[in-house]
């Protein structure tokens, strides 16, 4: 467990020893402001008119409004933050050649993968912190929200978050381009966000495979303040299968050359 | 005295290619063993075997008894490994890139400062380690490399190659530190640079294709190949030259005996004779007594060089 936190911390830091950690902070905090303020200002102008009232009407409060859109538009966000973030993971070490080293040491092959992944997920989180704060804020300034929902649909984006970092993580052990490794993970969230709207405009049992596959989908009923096991599941599930095959793909060093 | 590594019929295969083709070797403690051998003979393949980042397609490792196999966090926490490329995290400044080394390999937490101080002494790094490892100089990052080998005291040292392209001075610091560390361990390395091999190993294993063409000291190497060797006798006195040619055809076992005239009076005469033969003193008493002043008399020695090209014939 040692050997997993001493990675997790290299791995960190190692975000902020380049600008990469604190621009990619910056655009973060930036971005998700900026969709929160325009949210509390639509609601706002929205609830003041004629659209108030059919907002009321069809069951639409506060929370619902702001943070259901709020964090579906982050999850869109994550499509490009998380690349960026698990492009470093094995590409970059395996470019560098760095990797030797780490196999010779003391620590196994699982020790290295969760390590470096926790270390991603610390960053991660730490891109988190913020969001509870725009809520705090605009409960201060006389908001009323739905705690409860919203610290659910907080609890989704995490596991949105992990599941995505899992699956870049695992695209980062197949290549020596750092880039391509970013390149074909945000190919794949693209899919993912394809699924979801393909779930929306078909029906029948194919609509229903759609909605079993997406990410989206299952993320969806997480910002509506709802918790079931098959979606937490669903997410649990994804981030081990692809840490597993990940610790797969790092041993495959014992039949290939390099 | 203890072995501290045993390699016993270990091969490696890549698809269809062998790699390494059953290698067995034993380094005890406070032993240096030059690994040599020609480009892809196996010898970077065979010490990532040693350090656990593969596993051997057959045969076994045991590091002081312990199978690297079976229980591989035990055996790689007694092995400092330097790669034949130095590839150290370079946006990482040295101090705390052997920190984090010292923690992995499991040095406590509170002796962990004193390893990592008394490792950037040992390898002269006290000026650099502040610094970012990507800035450092290619023979600053080789110490670092050998830092990072050296923290958690392993028994064996696995060295690919630590003195390639370095500078003169570099290299002559690089190798003191190397014969200072064999006090109480094993170390394994491997170079292209054949006199170095001399200068500081004990053994020599030449390996070729994977498989080991010979193993043993540079003497032992040397009386293996050669059945005789050249001697050179230079005396004294031109006008002796006949008899001591007379001389030393006296003496069973001497042939092909010739002579030149080196300078001024002295008189070089050479010969083989069978590796076995103690000739020196039999040389130096029949010629003494002929009343002819020898002055010198010098064995023909094979360099490492000669060895390795008509072992690889």
Redesign the interface.
């Known amino acids: 467990m040692?050997?997993i936190l001493?990675?997790a911390r290299?791995e960190f830091s190692?975000y902020f020893?380049?600008w990469q950690g604190v621009f990619l902070t910056l655009f973060f905090f930036l971005v998700s402001g900026l969709f929160f303020s325009l949210l509390i200002l639509g609601y706002a102008k929205m609830s003041m008119g004629q659209m108030g009232e059919q907002l009321a009407q069809a069951g639409v409060n506060q929370t619902d409004y702001i943070f259901g859109s709020f964090f579906m538009n982050l999850s869109t966000l994550l499509i490009f933050i998380a690349p960026v973030l698990t492009m470093r993971g094995f590409a970059e070490e395996r470019r560098?050649?760095?990797l030797?080293?780490l196999?010779?040491?003391?620590?196994?092959d699982r020790e290295i993968v969760l390590g470096k992944f926790l270390g991603q997920v610390w960053m991660f989180e730490l891109l988190c912190v913020p969001l509870l704060g725009y809520g705090l804020v605009a409960q201060l300034a006389g908001a009323d929200f739905d705690w409860r929902v919203v610290l659910l649909a907080f609890v989704g984006f995490w596991i949105l978050g992990l599941a995505y970092l899992s699956l870049g993580f695992f695209i980062s052990t197949l290549t020596k381009s750092p880039v391509l490794s970013a390149v074909a993970t945000f190919g794949v969230f693209l899919i993912f966000w394809v699924l979801e709207w393909a779930s929306k405009v078909s029906d029948g049992w194919i609509a229903q495979f759609f909605q079993e596959v997406s990410p989206l989908d299952h993320y969806r009923y997480f910002t509506m303040g709802q918790i079931h096991f098959q979606h937490a599941g669903y997410f649990v599930l994804t981030i081990f299968f692809f840490l597993t095959m990940s610790v797969m793909s790092i041993s495959t060093?014992?039949?290939?050359?390099s | 005295m203890a072995q501290i590594l045993q390699v016993e019929d270990v091969s490696k295969k890549f698809a269809s290619r062998l790699a390494v083709n059953q290698l067995t070797l034993s380094i005890s403690s406070g032993e240096i063993v030059g690994f040599l051998g020609p480009n892809g003979a196996g010898k970077t393949t065979a010490m990532r075997m040693i350090c656990g980042f593969f596993p051997p397609s057959s045969g076994r490792i045991l590091i002081d008894g312990v199978d690297i196999q079976q229980e591989p966090t035990t055996a790689k926490k007694m092995i400092g490994y330097l790669p034949e490329t130095v590839s150290l995290y370079g946006d990482m400044r040295v101090v705390e890139y052997l920190n984090f080394v010292a923690a992995v390999k499991g040095v406590g937490f509170l002796s962990r400062a004193k390893a990592v101080k008394e490792k950037i002494e040992q390898c002269g790094l006290g000026d650099v380690s502040k610094r970012l490892i990507g800035r450092l100089s290619k023979g600053f990052k080789q110490r670092v490399g050998l830092a990072q080998a050296l923290l958690g005291d392993p028994k064996l040292l696995v060295l690919d190659e630590p003195t390639s392209g370095l500078d003169p001075k570099q290299i002559s610091d690089i190798r003191a530190l190397i014969h200072g560390l064999k006090k109480d361990r094993a170390v394994l390395f491997s170079t292209h640079i054949l006199p170095e091999v001399s200068m500081l190993c004990s053994r020599v294993v030449m390996l070729d294709q994977g498989r080991v063409l010979a193993s043993g000291t540079v003497e032992e190497l040397e009386a293996h190949l050669s059945e005789d060797f050249q001697i050179q006798v230079t005396i004294l006195g031109r006008s002796k030259t006949t008899e001591a040619v007379h001389v030393l055809q006296g003496i069973e076992g001497l042939k092909d005996i010739h002579f030149v005239v080196a300078e001024s009076e002295q008189v070089v005469l050479t010969c083989r004779a069978p590796a076995q033969l103690e000739f020196r003193n039999v040389i130096t008493e029949r010629l003494s007594k002929q009343g002819i002043s020898v002055i010198e008399i010098k064995r023909e020695q094979l360099t490492l060089e000669e060895i390795f090209l008509r072992l690889l014939k």
């Not at chain 1, 196999?103 to 196994?108: A, D, E, G, K, V």
């Not at chain 1, 060093?253 to 050359?257: A, L």
């Open positions: 040692k050997n001493y990675l290299k190692s020893h380049t560098d050649q760095t030797e080293l196999f010779t040491y003391p620590l196994s060093r014992n039949w290939k050359s």
